[in-house]
């Protein structure tokens, strides 16, 4: 099965788009090595949807349903991954209980990841919206530093689009927290989480102050 497997890996550097939105979709892919990014363009502007890494696997949705890709795949980082067609996969699932499951687990993540978006946007206050835009970020994208930190891989217009905010709105919210030093903005545009109680707390203190506002 190694062997089979190791005729399926292919070497990615950065920059390289694997698919793009609309394209049809013929493989899958697990990473071995590296990072991909999964975008959208709305209006002519790139979101991002997530940064994924070593164990992670994508574009399966395309085989499952025989429709397009529903967003586009950009390598970050050099990397290393199994490409892996329609036959090759359905052999997999039929053969393999622990792909199966880890397929279904999957799926069934990604559902509660869309019902709790749809939560947020139920939200009336805007940086409520924001601060449980970022929790969730965290908990499906994040990555968990040595420091016990959480880096989200999100820019606020990204998150503005996932929230149903303008990206001011959103800008507003996150150089209050940095303020307040609850997040910490990158260089590279995304957020940091120092201490994801903290940004829970302010949670929980803006939602007692509109209850008694009412």
């Known amino acids: ?15 390289s788009i694997l698919f793009r939105d ?65 036959k090759t996969f359905g052999s997999m699932i039929m053969s393999n209980q622990e792909i199966a499951v880890r397929l279904i687990k999957r799926l069934a993540r990604r559902l509660d990841s869309a019902n709790t978006l749809i939560d947020i946007l139920m939200h009336r206050d805007p940086k409520a919206r924001v601060i449980l835009g ?18 989200v891989p999100i820019d606020p217009a990204t998150l503005a689009n996932q929230v149903g905010l303008e990206t001011p709105e959103v800008e507003a919210v996150i150089q209050r927290l940095s303020r ?23 949670l929980e203190f803006l939602q007692m102050r509109e209850k008694f506002q009412e």
Do not use: C, W
């Open 22 to 86: 609309g394209d049809p979709g013929e493989s899958m892919y697990v990473i071995q090595q590296g990072r991909v990014r999964i975008f959208t363009e709305v209006k002519g502007e790139q979101k991002q949807l997530a940064i994924l890494g070593p164990g992670d696997f994508f574009g399966e949705m395309a085989i499952l349903n025989g429709k397009p890709r529903t967003a586009s795949a950009e390598v970050i980082e050099d990397t290393r991954m199994l490409v892996i067609d329609a």
């Open 180 to 202: 307040l030093k609850i997040v910490e903005e990158t260089p590279e545009g995304f957020i940091r989480i120092p201490d994801t109680m903290r940004l829970h707390e302010f």
């Open 134 to 151: 970022l929790g969730h970020e965290a908990e499906y994208n994040g990555e968990h530093g040595s420091d016990g930190s959480i880096l």
């Open 1 to 15: 099965m190694a062997d089979k497997l190791s005729k399926l890996v292919q070497q990615h550097t950065p920059g």
